[in-house]
DNA sequence: AGTTAGCACTAAAGAGATATGTGTGCTAAG
DNA sequence: CTTAGCACACATATCTCTTTAGTGCTAACT
């Protein structure tokens, strides 16, 4: 759109919006001229002066006409992008995590969603990690698995290695042979078909070959769409969270309306699943920067390892110690794709 | 311990407390005795009275010393189980459950949880159902399906058509080969085998019995292990939650602590699980009774068709609509049950 | 013996009033 | 450019006062 706006802040101001950034982070306090002279060896005055140039420069706001200064979600983002001084992991954490990683036995996914859990216990937000999304996912196997005469459990596996399952009724009148002689010919013709086009397919092709040689084709290519229908959503990601109420120990969170908001809002798979990325960088996105949560900020990244693909997000408010995040996820993501 | 005390109401007691707690599940403030004046065709002295005696029974509280009454756990105990009327199930709300009843693909446990979220819907309240527990689930089948040179999925499959799965790395030094050969052997050995054993029966049974015949026995074992061991804890239990957050529409939930601590019930699993019964009988947990949350009300059930075993929960605050939830729940028990 | 009117009393909830603390902007002098 | 000084703004806290909705108790009534 715009050209990217150059502002140019001299060294004290830089320093000063630093400086009450990292102090509101902290103290979750608006703060005031009077707290910073001691640091910068000035007057309040002084301050002031400076504060109100970050003000007009809508770095800083108020929350009322005399109250101290905020950063506005502007300030947090110039602070993210040219302040910010990321913090060394502590030896404690990276030990945690390396821990995780260096263990031969986890899978990549149950590494990954391991780290993450650590990540929001480090530091108290809520971290989400997406699965790989189906739309390149393809059929691998289907396996029909009787449990009684009245039902079976049929299995579907796809290419990277996500399960899903449902019980089934059986039809009256079909037996459980030709399902298993069905499902054969499924695995015959269908492996490798994307998830998304197995019901289409199941139509448009097995039905036909199955019509040749089976009585009841009807009733059977309706039972597999029974089996495979809530596979399509449900399928879509697997979302994992760690800490999910972690978000609400913060203090912003102190309000019935607003937990309630941001329950529902992690409740909604929808919502959270829009939060997929494929950026490879780590992005951050300030209040209305993400479209999950105008209060929140969301840190994303992903990891693409071997065609494995995934989201990596942590939740937390605006006010979040932004400093301390990054270097974490960084670690995590360097280490994934070592 | 004491045999259970009789108390003996007079008639306009009785319908007294009747309309006292009524009038406070529905309105949440603590009933005066002028309100009831008209309905009951006496002064307020007169209601006073009553509500006096009632209250050195035990059955009625006050929140000061010159608050109107509301009912005290002992109260509401009484009600439910002396005074409360089951209100008709209205047509629509028995067509909804009806349709998914009789909707002849779903399979029985679906069927189930369907209907509870819709209860949870019709009342706002919070449902649970707690699937089969693993205690007399026995192993069906365990399937390996390869994904790639690095790493294969494990499934599991109970009698009761659980299903669990686990992706796996190979370790160094081992084929896929040797692997699903080994789980054919388990197969063929550890199948009828309770779940909690199959760890067990994996050392001292498949060990010794592979061992003749593979070089890198103990490897392989442990790659079993490590694929069956999160299995026992995950699969104890079935969880399902219908209007998870319902609960939180509620008034009494509009303080940020009350909020947290509840959520926070909620998400512990071992909490919920502990929910589970036998009883085939709707019990009714009020307040302390209950020990998920002295402050909230739950009702149990559990249903037993065919060896399928499960219970059912509505979890919401003692200031309950009993007279609605109660058939609710029974309607739904006794169609399964058919 | 149960019912009622009357009255004193209580606690919560709301409305002002007032003071206090923490900040600002602005001006004029250094 | 920096600073001291001052008037002003708003949030917060604490009191007081009043109103309101209820109670318990007593004595009279049916």
Same sequence: chains 1, 2.
Avoid: W
Wanted: glycine share 6%; charged share 30%.
């Amino acid at each position: 759109m715009c050209a990217k706006e150059v502002v140019i802040l001299g060294d004290r101001q830089s320093k000063l919006l630093k400086a009450i950034v990292e102090s509101y982070i902290k103290n979750i306090k608006p703060v005031g001229s009077k707290s910073l002279c001691k640091l910068f060896n000035c007057s309040s005055a002084t301050i002031r002066n400076d504060m109100s140039y970050l003000e007009e420069l809508g770095f800083l706001e108020k929350t009322h006409t005399s109250s101290g200064r905020i950063p506005s979600e502007k300030g947090y983002n110039y602070y993210v992008e040219n302040l910010m001084k990321p913090k060394e992991i502590t030896g404690e954490d990276m030990l945690k995590l390396q821990t995780i990683l260096n263990n031969k036995e986890l899978v990549l996914t149950d590494a990954i969603t391991k780290c993450m859990e650590i990540i929001s216990d480090i530091t108290n937000y809520t971290s989400i990690v997406l699965g790989k999304n189906s739309e390149n996912n393809v059929l691998k196997q289907v396996s029909i698995i009787p449990i009684d005469n009245k039902k079976v459990v049929a299995i579907l596996i796809t290419n990277t290695g996500h399960v899903e399952n449902k019980q089934v009724n059986i039809p009256d009148g079909i037996s459980i042979k030709e399902i298993v002689k069905t499902s054969e010919i499924i695995n015959k013709s269908l492996v490798g078909t994307p998830i998304n086009d197995v019901l289409e397919k199941l139509e448009l092709e097995i039905k036909p070959q199955i019509a040749k040689t089976m009585e009841k084709y009807e009733e059977l290519c309706n039972f597999f769409y029974d089996a495979f229908s809530d596979f399509k959503e449900k399928s879509d990601d697997d979302i994992f969270f760690g800490g999910k109420t972690n978000i609400l120990k913060q203090p912003e969170y102190n309000e019935p309306n607003k937990i309630k908001e941001i329950i529902g809002k992690l409740e909604n798979i929808e919502l959270v699943k829009n939060i997929e990325t494929e950026d490879k960088d780590i992005k951050i996105y300030i209040g209305s920067q993400n479209n999950f949560d105008p209060d929140t900020t969301v840190i994303k990244t992903s990891y693409n390892v071997d065609g494995e693909v995934g989201t990596l997000a942590i939740i937390g408010p605006k006010r979040m110690e932004y400093d301390k995040v990054v270097p974490l996820l960084n670690y995590l993501k360097n280490f994934i794709e070592r």
